[in-house]
Every structure is written in structure tokens, then in C-alpha cells.
């Protein structure tokens, strides 16, 4: 069974050691968070291939996650939560939960619904959401990168750079276009800022770090 991560994020110590449990007896990898923002810290700096996320969290609520992480993920989400109410269900699936699940629940019933999301997720991802460059598979809906194998962990940022280099290859950009391209024209960014992710992501890549290259004077480009 491939090994899927997991986020859970729940603000009962005791409920999150007990979905921890179930999903590592079935051999998922899970993660845990205490609150919202810790929850979207973690989804930043790590792929994962599911979300559990509790609705009543401090700092920023489940459903405030949910919103943030469809921007820019299609991964499938649970919505786990006490509440019972039509409203907060009807709430949850419009902003993109993919599932809602009611405490007190079966760890069966937990179980079933995480394979039956995973499953629709694999089996309807489109061939265009995975691309082969030289010894690099990059998921576009999960945001992972494996090269040769072992999947680097990159941030958002790091990930949209490489998106944009491999779009784009031969290009050449500046440090002020990508920038404009990745961070936004109103950031508050620099280009040392770019340099700094560049730098970063190039050891991450290993090997395949040597495909972006400097165009002294001018930018960056990737090339193969």
C-alpha cells in the first residue's frame, strides 16, 4: 500500500491521538495540529495527500483552512466536527470539504471514507496534473516533486518556482519578473529574496538542482 500523508487537525489532544491511531494501524503517515494556523503552516511546508480538519479550532477555524487550501489544492478534504446542524454541513461542502464526518464516529466508518476519498482522487487525476521532466515527477494537484524517487520537500513558494521554470524552460527571467510572477507585484519581497529560494530549492532538487541555471547580468533559466 503506498504510504499516504495525512493531516489531521483538531484542537482535542484525545481525539487526535485516537484518529492518529486508527490511520497508523492501517499504515497511513499522519501529522497533527492543534489549532488552525498551525494546520496551515504544516499544509505550507509539506505535501500531504488528505486533510482532517476539525471545524471548531482555535486561532482560525477548520473552515477557514478549508477555503485557504482551495485556493490553490483540489486534495481531498474530511470535515471532522461535533456539530450536527444541516447548515454548517451545507457550510462545509461549498467551500470545497469533500466529506463531513460527526463525532462521535467508528473508526470503520473513518477508515472507509479516507479510502473511498484517496481512491477517487487517484483514480480521476487527469494526465495533465503529473508531468515527467528528465528524472523529475512534479503532481500539480498534490504539489509534490520526486526526483529520482525521493519526493523533496518544498514550500509553496519553492514549488510555484519550479512550476514556472519547467512552463517556461529556456526562458530567461529576471530577479523583478519573477517577483512579479511568483511572489506578486505588491510584495514586499526582494530580489535577494529570490536568490535566497533559488538557492534553497536548488538543494533540495540535488542533481536536478543544476537544471536552473544563472544567466549572470540577467536572471535565471531552467534548462536541461
Given at each position: ?110 477508515i472507509a471514507r479516507v479510502e473511498a476519498l484517496l481512491r477517487r482522487s487517484n483514480n480521476f487525476r487527469l494526465p495533465q496534473q503529473l508531468l515527467t521532466v528528465d528524472n523529475m515527477v512534479i503532481d500539480l494537484e498534490g504539489h509534490k516533486v520526486e526526483v529520482e524517487g525521493q519526493t523533496l520537500n518544498l514550500t509553496r513558494k519553492e514549488f510555484s518556482l519550479l512550476q514556472f521554470f519547467i512552463n517556461h524552460q529556456g526562458q530567461v527571467f529576471s530577479r523583478d ?48
Amino acid at each position: 500500500m503506498t504510504k499516504y500523508k495525512i493531516l489531521i487537525a483538531d484542537d482535542e489532544e484525545q481525539m487526535v491521538a485516537l484518529v492518529g491511531s486508527y490511520l497508523d494501524k492501517e499504515g497511513y503517515q499522519t501529522v497533527v495540529a492543534y489549532d488552525g494556523t498551525e494546520a496551515l503552516s504544516y499544509w505550507q511546508r509539506q505535501p500531504f495527500d488528505l486533510l482532517i480538519l476539525d471545524i471548531m479550532m482555535p486561532k482560525l477555524d477548520g473552515f477557514s483552512v478549508c477555503k485557504t487550501v482551495r485556493e490553490s489544492s483540489n486534495v481531498p478534504i474530511i470535515m471532522l466536527t461535533a456539530k450536527s446542524e444541516e447548515l454548517d454541513r451545507v457550510h462545509g461542502l461549498k467551500i470545497g470539504a469533500d466529506d463531513y464526518i460527526v463525532k462521535p464516529f467508528s473508526p470503520k466508518e473513518l477508515i472507509a471514507r479516507v479510502e473511498a476519498l484517496l481512491r477517487r482522487s487517484n483514480n480521476f487525476r487527469l494526465p495533465q496534473q503529473l508531468l515527467t521532466v528528465d528524472n523529475m515527477v512534479i503532481d500539480l494537484e498534490g504539489h509534490k516533486v520526486e526526483v529520482e524517487g525521493q519526493t523533496l520537500n518544498l514550500t509553496r513558494k519553492e514549488f510555484s518556482l519550479l512550476q514556472f521554470f519547467i512552463n517556461h524552460q529556456g526562458q530567461v527571467f529576471s530577479r523583478d519578473q519573477l517577483l512579479d510572477k511568483i511572489w506578486g507585484f505588491d510584495s514586499t519581497g526582494t530580489p535577494r529574496t529570490v536568490d535566497t529560494h533559488i538557492k534553497t530549492l536548488r538543494i533540495k532538487m540535488g542533481s536536478a538542482g543544476a537544471y536552473i541555471k544563472t544567466v549572470w547580468g540577467v536572471g535565471y533559466k531552467f534548462e536541461i
